[in-house]
């Protein structure tokens, strides 16, 4: 079975451009998650969706972040305009609703000139 | 507010050592699940176990071995003979069960222990 998906797997842009991270989750799982990792701030939580439906994006830094989940099968998570302190590893996690565990994709690793 | 310490930033040992990685966590609820995760040197988050708080039989898989203490509200991991594929950054982690959402919801996580085996 494949696993939580995530592209691209590597981003390298320029302060100012529009940056999209993509996640397809596990099929059948219906919560999803996007988290952060930096050295500074660890592991952080940025947004989860619950049957396409964001339940918190408390983790969202601020308004240049957006994420959809137009389906099932799919998710974004765009930065515009990026900037240099975006840059970290961008995970996806899933899980179906009723279990416990997260699957978590092998992470985008962002980088920002 | 939920919040999970993990107090050993760096653990370096000799491979056939046995090893244990603290985890102290702070939670008003009285429902909740604990984790553990491996980030290998490759990146990715591997899931390793969850605990309810309900349930504070130890655990024990192979060579790695779980103790939930609520007194202490501590979830310690310990690896038994520990082998340089064990070098890792392992992370604990906390979750809510809110009434109303089936399973845990979001992960709070701790700063994670990079454990370094030797040979």
Redesign the interface.
């Known amino acids: 079975d494949a696993g939580v998906i995530q592209s691209p797997r590597h981003e390298v842009t320029e302060m100012g451009q529009e940056v999209t991270l993509r996640c397809k989750p596990i099929s059948g799982h219906n919560s999803l998650?996007w988290?952060r990792q930096t050295m500074m701030r660890?592991?952080?939580?940025l947004i989860?969706f619950?049957n396409n439906v964001p339940?918190?994006d408390s983790g969202m830094p601020e308004d240049r972040f957006s994420a959809k989940m137009p389906n099932a099968s799919f998710s974004t998570l765009k930065i515009q305009p990026s900037e240099p302190r975006d840059s970290a590893?961008y995970?996806c996690?899933s899980?179906?609703?009723?279990?416990?565990?997260?699957?978590?994709?092998?992470?985008t690793?962002l980088t920002v000139l | 507010a939920q919040k999970v310490t993990q107090a050993q930033t760096e653990i370096s040992v000799v491979e056939k050592e046995d090893v244990t990685l603290d985890c102290v966590y702070e939670t008003r609820d009285t429902t909740y699940y604990l984790f553990w995760y491996k980030q290998p040197p490759s990146g990715e988050l591997v899931f390793l176990i969850r605990r309810n708080s309900f349930d504070e039989q130890n655990e024990i898989s192979g060579r790695y071995s779980w103790n939930f203490q609520k007194s202490t509200s501590s979830f310690n991991f310990t690896i038994t003979a520990s082998q340089v594929v064990d070098s890792a950054v392992y992370f604990c982690a906390l979750s809510e069960a809110p009434r109303g959402f089936r399973g845990a919801q979001k992960l709070v996580f701790g700063q994670g222990t990079r454990l370094t085996i030797n040979p």
Not at chain 1, 42 to 45: H, R
């Open positions: 998650f988290y660890g592991l952080e939580l989860y619950n339940i918190d590893v995970f996690a899980r179906v609703s009723g279990e416990n565990e997260q699957f978590f994709g092998p992470g690793r």
